[in-house]
């Protein structure tokens, strides 16, 4: 009985072991230009007669347990390679495609294909995405490509436009059965001039939500093995594609293939004007430094690095992200703001007002913000929100967002002060100043300063602030240790 336990346990552990190897799929690639339009259509793709990759693996989020039926959901992808791009091909089968719910940054709360990739398969252990990796979510919306979103590796940010800046074009289009979606990815972005005999790392997810309200999505359907899914920002657990087989292109497929970069949605199209000839060679190289300092964390090198292109609209956000990661914090909201100013469409200028609220808040929540800002995270978001609404003042949710950091504040240290004291010299509003010094008076209480937060509770209580800071002042002197 005993040898019998044994061996079924090692038999699991030899099957949990198995389910995790690398598969690794045969594809092909081609030295001529792929007669392939970015608009979602798959018919062009029938004519190369490509394998099919199932996409068989299933993870609930949600409390149920089994993975839905084939008519429900399942998937399957192509993909193929020339000597300038790499092309992959989603077929989705969904029996509700719910799309349209979220703004930039939350498409993938919807139904979506993500396809994550690794150029080089360097250190695939690696916690995070290095210049040759990345993450592209096509989102859809009325039959039609909406945008494309995916983390910039490096960055804790999704920038509009981004990968379309970068060369990245996709389609999108509904089915009788569900939808299709087609993304081509410049070699130039996997850090490759040609696929021939040469292998990449693949994730291909179909994110699943059948709430046709704002809901959270309900399931992945995966080509990989990623229990705990991590493809979003790490490559441990993509499976590998070999670009092994030459193929010629049918005579019959061959037409004007300049269509294949035309793919882009309007406000995309504005930013790429902006931004002057998207797919030269400065731009990728600009780009490829920017990637290698942002892996190592050279936060000040990569925003130097941007500088060619830094007279564009589209590099602010670049811009004002990085400076965030760097704790410059007063150049990282000048450059969002007028990047929200300036930019051509309300997705970019939504971004970039979401993106600094959000980013603050994370700050206060998130242990992996603390970490970044060592134990100073309320004095931060404090000052990025007063920096920000000193140019947009009526930015409600902003607002609210500074009250929430200066009332979670509590033990401070000398920087964190320093931060307090900028705001008042500079506040957004005068009323900002009295939450300002009762965060002060409550981390010098914190820290055992009791002197201190006496006489600034004693200056609160008798100013002009209004009823609930003088309440909480007076809360600081109540709660004063009784003198020894």
């Known amino acids: 009985m ?41 018919a062009e793709w029938d004519a190369l007669s490509l394998p099919k990759i199932g996409l068989d693996r299933y993870q609930s989020l949600t409390n149920e347990s089994s993975a839905p039926a084939s008519g429900d959901l399942s998937g399957w992808f192509s ?29 993938w709360m919807d139904d979506v294909v993500e396809v994550c990739f690794d150029g080089d ?36 940010a999704q920038i509009p436009y981004y990968w379309d800046a970068r060369g990245v074009r996709a389609g999108y289009r509904l089915t009788d059965t ?5 993304i081509m990815l410049p070699m130039e972005i996997l850090g ?24 959270n999505t309900q399931g992945v359907l995966s080509w990989a093995y990623d229990p705990e899914l991590t493809s979003s920002w790490k490559t441990e657990r993509y499976n590998q594609v070999a670009f092994n087989e030459l193929i010629e292109i049918p005579q019959s497929a061959v037409y004007d293939t300049t269509t294949n970069t035309t793919a882009v949605s309007v406000g995309a199209q504005e930013m790429i004007i902006d931004l002057g000839s998207t797919d030269t060679q400065t731009l990728q190289s600009v780009m490829t430094t920017v990637h290698e300092k942002l892996h190592a964390k050279e936060w000040t090198g990569a925003i130097d690095a941007l ?13 004002g992200a990085t400076a965030l990661h760097n704790k410059d914090f007063k150049n990282a909201v000048a450059w969002l703001d007028e990047y929200a100013v300036q930019a051509g469409d309300g997705i970019a200028r939504d971004w970039a007002l979401n993106y600094l609220r959000e980013f603050v808040l994370d700050m206060i929540f998130s242990e992996k913000y603390k970490l970044l800002f060592e134990r100073k995270p309320f004095a931060v978001s404090a000052y990025v929100l007063n920096e920000h609404l000193r140019r947009f003042p009526a930015d409600t949710q902003a607002l609210s967002a500074l009250h929430a950091s200066l009332a979670s504040s509590d033990t401070l240290d000398a920087d964190s002060f320093t931060l307090f004291e900028e705001i008042v010299h500079s506040p957004a509003s005068p009323d900002i100043v009295y939450d300002v010094k009762l965060a002060v008076a409550r981390g010098h ?11 600034l509770a004693e200056e609160l209580v008798d100013s002009g602030a209004d009823s609930r800071v003088i309440l909480d002042a007076r809360m600081i002197l109540m709660s004063m240790p009784s003198p020894q």
């Open 307 to 319: 500088e060619p292109v830094g007279e564009h609209i589209w590099a602010k956000s670049m811009m």
């Open 121 to 156: 398969l360097l250190n695939t252990s690696k916690d995070s995405f290095d210049v040759n990796d990345g993450q592209v979510i096509v989102v859809g919306e009325n039959g039609a490509l909406k945008w494309l979103e995916g983390l910039v590796p490096g960055l804790i």
């Open 178 to 182: 569900g939808y299709s979606v087609e």
């Open 445 to 455: 209480y914190c820290n055992g300063d009791f002197d201190r937060a006496k006489q």
């Open 79 to 107: 993909c193929i390679a020339d000597n300038s791009n790499l092309y992959v091909a989603v077929n989705v089968t969904d029996d509700v495609v719910v799309t349209g719910n979220h703004e930039y940054g939350r498409g």
């Open 2 to 42: 005993k040898r019998s336990v044994l061996l079924a346990v090692w038999c699991m552990s030899c099957a949990a072991v198995a389910s995790a190897q690398v598969q690794v799929s045969e594809a092909k690639y081609t030295d001529a230009a792929a007669p392939l339009v970015m608009d979602g259509d798959l």
């Open 192 to 215: 490759k001039t040609s696929l021939a005999g040469q292998r990449i790392g693949l994730n291909v997810r179909v994110l699943e939500d059948d709430n046709q309200a704002a809901g």
